[in-house]
């Protein structure tokens, strides 16, 4: 498996570069996230060349969450609303997960009939291993009562978390980080964190967390710890594998809401 984006970067930011076409070029099985998560990919697969075919995760995944409408597009009183964007980060979701892995079980036995016993018993152990993950969360959440379940974050990252595990999500930016929020819209958020004594806000290991620094400073409510949100962390960080990083953004947003 060859990773075009390395772990740990900014996806929302990410330019090809020329070897990407080459890796592109020569495989036999192209992955994305899809949701236009990758909005390069169409172009970069055209410019390769390959006869691959092309597995978009969000093809498979029965149940997708709309993107909340960050404050600076259109939220009212700290709250976000839909606005009919899909949220590409599915990968916050142990549902999604299992639904992505059973579409490239099918991919890969596609592509290798011979290694099917192999690749639908990796399956099976990756599904118990998220069974084993939402059993471990359920009994998490249970020391978070649900007037606290209220998570403002950086961007719009984790609505799959919220809408599995019973959050209100409040975003500073939408599905991208990449706009800066206006100073009305920051007041409102700060307005909604002050007035319902939020404890910890969250920002996330690809961004800039001065806004949200400013904001603990009007607000009252103190830093959380820095959430993985655009997928796995590099190596050596509390988030190198999947499990880790659903472990840690859990316990993250548990303490820092809890204490």
Not at 36 to 45: I, Q, S
Not at 58 to 63: D, K, L, P, Q, Y
Not at 106 to 115: M, N, S, T, V
């Amino acid at each position: 498996v060859t990773c075009l984006i390395p772990a740990g970067s900014d996806p929302h930011s990410y330019s090809p570069a020329p070897a990407d076409v080459i890796a592109i070029g020569g495989a036999e099985l192209v992955l994305a996230s899809g949701f236009e998560f990758e909005p390069y990919l169409g172009k970069l697969v055209k410019n390769s060349g390959t006869r691959a075919p092309l597995f978009e995760a969000s093809s498979v995944i029965r149940e997708p969450v709309e993107a909340a409408c960050a404050e600076g597009e259109g939220g009212h009183g700290g709250h976000a609303h839909s606005h009919g964007e899909l949220d590409p980060h599915w990968w916050h979701s142990l549902r999604a997960a299992s639904d992505v892995a059973g579409g490239l079980c099918a991919r890969l036995c596609a592509a290798r009939p011979e290694a099917r016993a192999r690749f639908e018993s990796g399956l099976a152990a990756l599904r118990a291993e998220f069974a084993a993950l939402r059993t471990w969360a359920d009994a998490e959440l249970a020391r978070l009562p649900a007037a606290r379940r209220q998570l403002v974050t950086s961007h719009d990252a984790f609505g799959y978390l919220a809408r599995d595990h019973g959050f209100t999500l409040h975003p500073l930016h939408g599905v991208s980080p990449e706009a800066e929020p206006d100073a009305r819209t920051l007041a409102r958020l700060i307005d909604f964190v002050s007035k319902n004594k939020i404890r910890a806000i969250f920002p996330d290991n690809t961004e800039n967390p001065r806004l949200l620094a400013a904001m603990t400073r009007e607000s009252g409510a103190r830093l959380g710890g820095i959430l993985y949100a655009d997928g796995i962390g590099a190596p050596g960080t509390p988030a190198a594998d999947y499990a880790s990083m659903y472990r840690h953004n859990l316990t993250t947003i548990i303490t820092g809401l809890a204490d």
